[in-house]
């Protein structure tokens, strides 16, 4: 992981599949970043650019104060047995033969940050899944922590 300071959690669900036995699997997975889209850059465009497919966030979180850093360090350990490996490298991308689903990802990520006490807060769901499209521009640490009521659920100061 970079070193950079990271205030935003994300959960994707690629549209990738993965067959297993007679099931397909869409490929899950989680990390931070310090930015959903900057200038040029665009976290989730960049997957879609090196996948060969559109893909989204289905969920954001945000702190102000990096907590994410410490839920994703927590959360990995928990997840280790269900990530998936690259030429022997543990990943962030959740095994398609775990019975981890989105959902229990989401619950997961918040159990960790709650056993931490380190406040998280999720991105209302009108910005959401994040796509990078134009109408999500607004959608940045700047805005958000100058207006966290309007970009936060549960926000408490």
Not at 25 to 40: A, K, M
Request: charged fraction near 30%; hydrophobic fraction near 35%.
């Amino acid at each position: 992981m970079a070193s950079r300071k990271k205030k935003f959690m994300y959960a994707i669900l690629t549209n990738h599949y993965f067959k297993v036995g007679e099931d397909f699997i869409q490929r899950l997975g989680y990390g931070v970043t310090d930015y959903l889209s900057d200038g040029d850059r665009s976290r989730v465009k960049g997957y879609s650019k090196s996948s060969g497919g559109e893909q989204e966030f289905f969920m954001l979180w945000y702190s102000p104060d990096f907590a994410v850093m410490a839920v994703e360090k927590l959360l990995k350990q928990r997840l280790s047995d269900d990530c998936f490996q690259i030429h022997g490298e543990d990943t962030e991308w959740i095994s398609p033969y775990s019975d981890i689903t989105p959902e229990v990802l989401v619950e997961m990520i918040e159990q960790c940050a709650k056993d931490l006490n380190k406040p998280i807060y999720r991105i209302k769901k009108e910005f959401l899944p994040f796509k990078d499209a134009d109408w999500q521009d607004m959608l940045n640490k700047e805005n958000i922590e100058t207006y966290p009521e309007r970009y936060l659920e549960n926000y408490k100061k």
